[in-house]
């Protein structure tokens, strides 16, 4: 390569004919230098990325995300939960770029010479400026003729994103992202090329760099109006949760949205903001230029009328939202001349409350829609089986044990004995939908952490949208809290505060119902294990006990927010192919209880005492139909295996009761009827 062939350019050593270039060694030395030779083309076009430059990212924690060119693939990328070995090992499947997510602790310095102004050389004076040493700074050589030179920040310092006085130079951190090293240029086709000093540790931001990139909290000059900061960041980022982003990708309203965003938090909500404007597909690879839009703020106008909080308060209630504020802010006033928004807390009258809607159901008494429930009990009480048979019930459209589901999609999260949950589906559907797969009814069984806010946060968001493209979600979950909950402690009522926010979260999110199946405690009388901030947060809470020597199942609804609960139900678990499903053994243990366990006999009784000791054989057929879901020819099938033609064969148990078919009037034509013939204490 011959000198003829380089670019001149004060930051980098001329570069060697392989795929790795000179790294400077004083870069304050080479801002006085200007006739440094350089090559900005260090490798020829590539059509494959270099993956093995990016296995790096991955060894030193950095969160990867997957690209196509330079934009994010995924549109709520800026959140997403991480797994960045899994995101490099779906970039070298589908061929793409990868890119690395900020976090509050990374500063990056992106330099691209193509916009500096003629004759000006951005760095070098920043460098010269400065007093900076880059020349132990991991660096990354662009296939734009750019660099990217990683440091560190402390998490609590915003900064800007640029500097006028520096063309051509941003300064990126949470909230933004960078091309990592070994990807493509998508114009150029040239690779990302990691500097020799890439894998060193990344070096504090000096103190003079960090003082001139701290974004002021000051009010502007001339900002004459109140409520200047009086929303955190937090509390935007609740705010704007609440609206659509592609409503605002008019510019106009979107500008107006972010001045009055900037006033409201002081320009302290600036990650939150660009954040939620990522969120746009169109628009999710503009953070640079939207951080640039943000920084340039002081206090705007719009019609001679300044942008403020108030516009955002505004905005919220034309789309039926609410500001939120935080605790310690005192509350506003209306906005002026603007209706006050929906009270708070209203009250109620008489007639008011009359009006109110009955409670929602999945399943009748059973399980509310959206809402949060646990299931508890004992190890291998069949709680586990119990939160299956209910959602691929609801997945499946198919009623549960006589009573209609809210049909939808259901995610399952099996973050214990996962191993063996195939064999359970398959057993489930081969009971009650002939082995047809049920495809609303989906598994995760990657780890979970809801005890932190964080991943909370960032698994709704996902979750969210990988629903998207498959319709509502309705059911989902959690089996168990102990597998979900890592490092928390189920006696802490913080810790278990913080589990049941995340659980709304993810309730808010998908407006599914949330299960989370739970150990019962020591003493099985006190119910659930650990702190009561559980209990007291849950609608409905359901309890499994299963008898000694693994005989029925007792399942027992022991809170019900909206309703009153009803009585407990029995189950057996039987054995289909390799696992088992429940199946029910008598539909209430207040009703009579016989030595025979077979639940279409136990159900022939319960008809008798309703409707005579001869009824139609097809109302038990109906009743089995309603209970099971299967289908009449199954359902006859099993019908006559239980129950005996003639009397003389006639099931007995000890309590009393014969149940046995004939022919209505002895007439060999005539419609076939059940009979039961009750004892006394059956009849009492």
Same mark, same amino acid.
């Given at each position: 390569?011959?000198?003829?062939?380089?670019?001149?350019?004060?930051?980098?050593?001329?570069?060697?004919?392989?795929?790795?270039?000179?790294?400077?060694?004083?870069?304050?030395?080479?801002?006085?230098?200007?006739?440094?030779?350089?090559?900005?083309?260090?490798?020829?076009?590539?059509?494959?990325?270099?993956?093995?430059?990016?296995?790096?990212?991955?060894?030193?924690?950095?969160?990867?995300?997957?690209?196509?060119?330079?934009?994010?693939?995924?549109?709520?990328?800026?959140?997403?939960?991480?797994?960045?070995?899994?995101?490099?090992?779906?970039?070298?499947?589908?061929?793409?770029?990868?890119?690395?997510?900020?976090?509050?602790?990374?500063?990056?310095?992106?330099?691209?010479?193509?916009?500096?102004?003629?004759?000006?050389?951005?760095?070098?004076?920043?460098?010269?400026?400065?007093?900076? &040493? #880059?020349?132990?700074?991991?660096?990354?050589? !662009?296939? +734009?003729? /750019?660099?990217?030179?990683? %440091?560190?920040?402390?998490? $609590?310092?915003?900064?800007?994103?640029?500097?006028?006085?520096?063309?051509?130079?941003?300064?990126?951190?949470?909230?933004?992202?960078?091309?990592?090293?070994?990807?493509?240029?998508?114009?150029?086709?040239?690779?990302?090329?990691?500097?020799?000093?890439?894998?060193?540790?990344?070096?504090?931001?000096?103190?003079?760099?960090?003082?001139?990139?701290?974004?002021?909290?000051?009010?502007?000059?001339?900002?004459?109006?109140?409520?200047?900061?009086?929303?955190?960041?937090?509390?935007?980022?609740?705010?704007?949760?609440?609206?659509?982003?592609?409503?605002?990708?008019?510019?106009?309203?979107?500008? &107006? #949205?972010?001045?009055?965003?900037?006033?409201? !938090?002081? +320009?302290? /909500?600036?990650?939150?903001? %660009?954040?939620?404007?990522? $969120?746009?597909?169109?628009?999710?690879?503009?953070?640079?230029?939207?951080?640039?839009?943000?920084?340039?703020?002081?206090?705007?106008?719009?019609?001679?009328?300044?942008?403020?909080?108030?516009?955002?308060?505004?905005?919220?209630?034309?789309?039926?939202?609410?500001?939120?504020?935080?605790?310690?802010?005192?509350?506003?006033?209306?906005?002026?001349?603007?209706?006050?928004?929906?009270?708070?807390?209203?009250?109620?009258?008489?007639?008011?409350?009359?009006?109110?809607?009955?409670?929602?159901?999945?399943?009748?008494?059973?399980?509310?829609?959206?809402?949060?429930?646990?299931?508890?009990?004992?190890?291998?009480?069949?709680?586990?089986?119990?939160?299956?048979?209910?959602?691929?019930?609801?997945?499946?459209?198919?009623?549960?044990? $006589?009573?209609?589901?809210?049909?939808?999609?259901?995610?399952?999260?099996?973050?214990?004995?996962?191993?063996?949950?195939?064999?359970?589906?398959?057993?489930?559907?081969?009971?009650?939908?002939?082995?047809?797969?049920?495809?609303?009814?989906?598994?995760?069984?990657?780890?979970?952490?809801?005890?932190?806010?964080?991943?909370?946060?960032?698994?709704?968001?996902?979750?969210?949208?990988?629903?998207?493209?498959?319709?509502?979600?309705?059911?989902?979950?959690?089996?168990?809290?102990?597998?979900?909950?890592?490092?928390?402690?189920?006696?802490?009522?913080?810790?278990?505060?913080?589990?049941?926010?995340?659980?709304?979260?993810?309730?808010?999110?998908?407006?599914?119902?949330?299960?989370?199946?739970?150990?019962?405690?020591?003493?099985?009388?006190?119910?659930?294990?650990?702190?009561?901030?559980?209990?007291?947060?849950?609608?409905?809470?359901?309890?499994?006990?299963?008898?000694?020597?693994?005989?029925?199942?007792?399942?027992?609804?022991?809170?019900?927010?909206?309703?009153?609960?009803?009585?407990?139900?029995?189950?057996?678990?039987?054995?289909?192919?390799?696992?088992?499903?429940?199946?029910?053994?008598?539909?209430?243990?207040?009703?009579?209880?016989?030595?025979?366990?077979?639940?279409?006999?136990?159900?022939?009784?319960?008809?008798?005492?309703?409707?005579?000791?001869?009824?139609?054989?097809?109302?038990?057929?109906?009743?089995?139909?309603?209970?099971?879901?299967?289908?009449?020819?199954?359902?006859?099938?099993?019908?006559?295996?239980?129950?005996?033609?003639?009397?003389?064969?006639?099931?007995?148990?000890?309590?009393?009761?014969?149940?046995?078919?004939?022919?209505?009037?002895?007439?060999?034509?005539?419609?076939?009827?059940?009979?039961?013939?009750?004892?006394?204490?059956?009849?009492?």
């Amino acid at each position: 390569m011959t000198n003829q062939q380089a670019k001149k350019c004060p930051h980098q050593g001329e570069l060697d004919a392989g795929n790795t270039f000179n790294h400077p060694q004083d870069l304050q030395q080479h801002a006085n230098n200007k006739h440094v030779e350089v090559n900005h083309s260090p490798v020829g076009q590539s059509t494959t990325p270099a993956f093995e430059l990016m296995q790096p990212y991955v060894d030193s924690g950095d969160e990867l995300i997957l690209l196509k060119g330079k934009k994010p693939v995924a549109t709520n990328w800026t959140h997403i939960a991480i797994d960045s070995a899994s995101v490099l090992h779906q970039a070298k499947q589908k061929g793409l770029n990868v890119g690395v997510r900020l976090s509050a602790s990374d500063l990056i310095i992106d330099v691209d010479p193509r916009n500096y102004p003629a004759g000006r050389d951005s760095l070098a004076e920043l460098v010269k400026d400065l007093r900076l &040493d #880059l020349s132990k700074t991991p660096c990354v050589h !662009t296939g +734009g003729g /750019g660099f990217h030179y990683y %440091l560190t920040k402390p998490e $609590g310092l915003s900064i800007v994103g640029s500097l006028e006085m520096y063309p051509g130079i941003d300064f990126k951190t949470l909230g933004g992202q960078v091309v990592a090293a070994g990807s493509i240029h998508p114009d150029t086709g040239k690779l990302y090329q990691p500097a020799p000093t890439f894998g060193l540790r990344r070096p504090k931001a000096p103190e003079a760099l960090r003082k001139l990139l701290e974004r002021s909290t000051k009010r502007p000059e001339g900002a004459k109006h109140e409520r200047w900061g009086e929303l955190s960041p937090s509390g935007l980022e609740k705010t704007l949760e609440q609206l659509d982003v592609e409503g605002f990708n008019e510019n106009g309203k979107w500008f &107006d #949205l972010m001045c009055a965003c900037h006033h409201a !938090t002081a +320009g302290e /909500g600036r990650e939150e903001f %660009l954040a939620w404007s990522a $969120g746009d597909a169109e628009y999710s690879d503009c953070y640079e230029i939207n951080a640039r839009r943000w920084d340039s703020l002081h206090d705007t106008s719009r019609g001679g009328k300044p942008v403020t909080i108030a516009y955002l308060f505004e905005v919220m209630k034309q789309h039926n939202g609410v500001v939120v504020e935080d605790d310690d802010f005192d509350d506003f006033d209306p906005v002026d001349g603007a209706e006050p928004g929906a009270l708070r807390w209203p009250i109620l009258s008489r007639a008011e409350m009359k009006a109110l809607p009955p409670p929602k159901w999945l399943i009748p008494g059973l399980l509310p829609e959206a809402g949060l429930v646990a299931i508890y009990g004992a190890p291998s009480s069949g709680k586990s089986f119990l939160a299956l048979d209910i959602a691929m019930a609801i997945a499946s459209d198919t009623h549960w044990h $006589g009573r209609k589901v809210v049909a939808g999609n259901v995610l399952y999260i099996a973050a214990e004995g996962s191993a063996g949950f195939n064999p359970r589906v398959d057993a489930w559907e081969a009971e009650y939908v002939d082995s047809l797969p049920v495809e609303p009814f989906r598994l995760m069984k990657s780890a979970l952490n809801l005890s932190t806010e964080k991943e909370a946060k960032a698994f709704a968001d996902e979750i969210v949208l990988q629903f998207e493209t498959l319709g509502p979600l309705k059911l989902v979950v959690i089996d168990t809290l102990n597998q979900t909950a890592a490092g928390a402690d189920e006696n802490s009522a913080k810790d278990m505060g913080l589990y049941i926010a995340s659980m709304k979260r993810l309730l808010d999110k998908t407006g599914a119902t949330v299960i989370v199946v739970h150990h019962s405690g020591k003493d099985s009388a006190k119910g659930m294990r650990g702190s009561t901030a559980l209990l007291g947060a849950m609608d409905t809470t359901i309890e499994v006990v299963r008898n000694a020597n693994n005989g029925p199942i007792t399942v027992a609804v022991k809170k019900q927010k909206d309703a009153e609960a009803e009585g407990p139900s029995r189950f057996s678990l039987d054995k289909v192919g390799t696992s088992a499903v429940l199946r029910p053994s008598v539909m209430a243990v207040d009703m009579p209880v016989f030595d025979e366990p077979n639940p279409i006999v136990a159900l022939a009784c319960q008809l008798a005492l309703e409707h005579g000791e001869r009824f139609p054989l097809t109302a038990l057929v109906d009743a089995v139909m309603a209970m099971t879901g299967r289908k009449p020819s199954t359902v006859r099938a099993d019908i006559d295996k239980a129950i005996p033609q003639n009397k003389e064969k006639a099931l007995e148990t000890i309590d009393g009761p014969s149940v046995w078919r004939e022919r209505k009037g002895n007439n060999p034509k005539g419609a076939m009827e059940i009979c039961v013939e009750l004892k006394n204490s059956l009849s009492d």
